[in-house]
């Protein structure tokens, strides 16, 4: 299925058109469904259209829904290293987040504000894999790539600090925001030059593209490759340029809006819903508790 933008409702998949959204006639909730079984998307072009609505003020999802496998990069943007004061590493910094963390569009994320004090944003390029990969070659891994979408792989700079842990930083629930909508690599004007903006309430925050990559999108999934088996439906974060909270010591707070801009697809819009007052205590190991 070649130069197409998606969108995942609560009727299900649909095809973005001017003026609207065409539902699609479809037995699969999203787009990681149907990759998972059919492997590609070719179902979809043949699907009938049930019906067309306006895409204003359609609740959008995820493109990509929670089961899927989210892998993420620390440290992939040259601006981000050199901001940091940081040395280019030689390896990605790779590690794998909770898929429960995954939310779509316009959600409400809450600051687990007993756990966390840095909340923090980074807007990303989400690429979503659509051929199994294993041990492949950088010149493999487009060819494997159902598309893209955006990504704000939100983390607990303090929660990193103390636990050593970017996983445990990132997967608190409604930190990975994906979507609004899901493109084929068709599509992109240039997929080695893929711009990505962050703002904060409308003040912009990061600015870059993926020629500032540290590892390139096909040489980052292609070592992930070496070290995992990837699967059709499988979520790749590739890094975030510099411009975050982290880099300017200024954190997410109760009731700003995050709007991340990808190239080619819908933005991304979360807002920071309220703070957790009252949680309930970490549960002590039963190593710890004898």
């Known amino acids: ?27 699969f909730p999203d787009v990681a469904a149907l990759l998972r079984v059919a492997g590609s ?6 699907a009938r259209v049930l019906d ?26 040259h601006s981000k290293a050199a901001r940091a004061g940081r040395a280019v590493p030689v390896e990605p910094i790779l590690y794998l987040a909770a898929s429960s963390a995954v939310v779509g569009p316009d959600a409400e994320v809450t600051v687990p504000v007993e756990r966390t004090a840095e909340m923090d944003y980074e807007g990303e390029i989400a690429v979503v894999i659509g051929q ?21 792989d939100i983390t607990a700079r303090d929660v990193m600090r103390a636990t050593g842990s970017p996983t445990l930083a990132k997967s608190f629930p409604g930190f990975n925001p994906l979507g609004a909508s899901f493109v084929t690599v068709d599509e992109l004007p240039d997929r080695d030059a893929i711009g990505v903006r962050t703002f904060v309430n409308g003040e912009l925050r990061q600015a870059g593209d993926s ?80």
């Open 52 to 77: 067309r609505v306006p895409l204003e003020g359609c609740e959008l999802r995820a493109p990509v829904g929670g089961s899927s496998a989210v892998w993420g990069v620390g440290l992939n943007y």
């Open 1 to 27: 299925m070649l130069g197409v933008q998606l969108v995942v409702t609560r009727d299900g998949v649909g095809r973005l058109e001017e003026g609207g959204i065409a539902l699609l006639d479809s037995a």
């Open 132 to 152: 199994p990969l294993y041990q492949a070659e950088p010149s493999a891994v487009w060819p494997a790539v159902a598309g893209i979408t955006a990504a704000n």
């Open 211 to 290: 020629s500032g990559m540290i590892f390139a999108i096909p040489e980052l999934v292609a070592r992930l490759s070496h070290l995992v088996a990837l699967e059709p439906g499988d979520i790749v974060l590739t890094g975030t340029p510099a411009g975050t909270g982290q880099d300017r010591q200024c954190f997410l707070a109760a009731g700003d809006e995050i709007r991340v801009e990808v190239d080619s697809v819908l933005p991304l819009v979360t807002t920071v819903a309220g703070l957790i007052t009252e949680l309930a205590p970490t549960p002590v190991l039963a190593e710890q508790a004898r």
């Open 41 to 46: 998307l070719d179902l979809l072009a043949a």
